[in-house]
């Protein structure tokens, strides 16, 4: 997961759907790329840059997947 994709469209008071509007994208590919399973276009990270003001590296940025716990 992306998650600071994520909190800087939480933050900016956006929904996913109006983010990917302002992308000229899907919402299912908009949400494939604020969950981590679609890499999307460099243009789309340009925008999202300039929409949150924060570097696209740091957007791009992903979480560490949590590991299932094991069950003794």
């Known amino acids: 997961m992306r998650k600071n994709l994520k909190e800087a469209r939480q933050r900016a008071g956006m929904t996913q759907k109006q983010v990917a509007e302002y992308l000229h994208v ?10 981590g399973t ?22 791009r940025a992903e979480t560490a997947r949590a590991e299932p716990e094991e069950k003794n």
């Open 26 to 35: 899907t919402l299912r590919t908009y949400q494939r790329m604020e969950e």
């Open 38 to 59: 679609l890499l999307g276009h460099i243009r789309s990270w340009d925008a999202l840059e300039d929409l949150f003001d924060i570097h696209q590296r740091e957007l």
